[in-house]
């Protein structure tokens, strides 16, 4: 385990799993939100940039990179020797999103830039409503040409937890 990529739904627990994850391995943590919100880069409306920008990150050595970005995800999923997956259902994302805003009111995040101000909007909504439709299909297409990759599927949080508790130094 040397590249892992951790995508699933806005809300699902990626950033927070990912941050244990890197305790774990020591691996260095790549948070691609941190990324794209830095004020001094359009990438919302570079898309050229952001795709360089990503491609960059991913050609270091060692990593765990957190985030979605369809636009990126078949670069970082090459790239990577374990991709996890959070297939959660909708209520458990939505249920995220509202324990973060309540956890982040009025505090910045220590993995988004600095500036970043915690929000719970309706495009936020939107993308986690629509998760399953709109980016899933593409997430369960590029995880079925990868095969030859550590893929790990999670359900729920359970899972994800008795993941983390039995990993092992000796296993990254």
């Not at 385990?1 to 990626?14: D, F, L, N, T, Y």
Request: net charge positive; aromatic share 14%.
């Amino acid at each position: 385990m040397e590249r892992v990529v951790v995508v699933g739904c806005p809300g699902s627990g990626k950033t927070t799993f990912f941050f244990f994850l890197a305790a774990r391995t020591k691996l260095p943590l790549i948070h691609l939100d941190y990324y794209y919100h830095q004020p001094a880069h359009d990438y919302g409306n570079n898309r050229e940039a952001w795709v360089t920008r990503v491609r960059n990150l991913c050609s270091k050595e060692r990593w765990i990179m957190d985030g979605n970005y369809n636009s990126t995800v078949a670069e970082r999923f090459d790239r990577a020797d374990t991709i996890i997956f959070f297939d959660y259902p909708r209520r458990k994302s939505l249920y995220g999103i509202l324990k973060r805003r309540l956890h982040y009111y009025r505090q910045p995040r220590q993995d988004m830039p600095k500036g970043w101000k915690e929000t719970a909007n309706l495009v936020l909504l939107s993308s986690v409503w629509n998760f399953k439709r709109n980016k899933r299909p593409t997430i369960l297409n590029i995880l079925s040409q990868n095969r030859d990759k550590h893929i790990i599927i999670f359900k729920n949080r359970k899972q994800a937890a008795e993941y983390l508790s039995k990993l092992k130094a000796s296993q990254c």
